[in-house]
Nanobody
Framework: VQLQASGGGLVQPGGSLRLSCRASGFDISINYMAWYRQAPGKQRELVATITSGETTIYANSVKGRFTISRDNSRNTVWLQTSRLKPEDTAVYYC???????????WGQGTQVTVSS
């Protein structure tokens, strides 16, 4: 199992980024998928979840600003971020909620830095 996140970078407050996560070694179509983030000195937190039926759930802190989506044919999950704030600065990871609970298969993540 591999999860390769990309698309992060340095962006000004109010900006946007589109993060992608390509999965290999398993079929995402039958799995819930989720994005998580970990800011320096803080615990990793759940940001957004998409079910196998494409229902989406968001943390209150990102609701209305972030959108999670999936393309099963590409085995890829995206996180479209907008109206970014400095407090969104973190390393962003994708994973299945099951693997996250087992603390396995995190991949390297992608750094998002929001700063002027």
């Amino acid at each position: 199992v591999q999860l390769q996140a990309s698309g992060g970078g340095l962006v000004q407050p109010g900006g946007s980024l589109r993060l992608s996560c390509r999965a290999s070694g398993f079929d995402i179509s039958i799995n819930y998928m989720a994005w998580y983030r970990q800011a320096p000195g803080k615990q990793r937190e759940l940001v957004a979840t998409i079910t196998s039926g494409e229902t989406t759930i968001y943390a209150n802190s990102v609701k209305g600003r972030f959108t999670i989506s999936r393309d099963n044919s590409r085995n890829t999950v995206w996180l479209q971020t907008s109206r970014l704030k400095p407090e969104d600065t973190a390393v962003y990871y994708c994973n299945t909620p099951y693997n996250a609970a087992q603390n396995i298969f995190w991949g390297q993540g992608t750094q998002v830095t929001v700063s002027s």
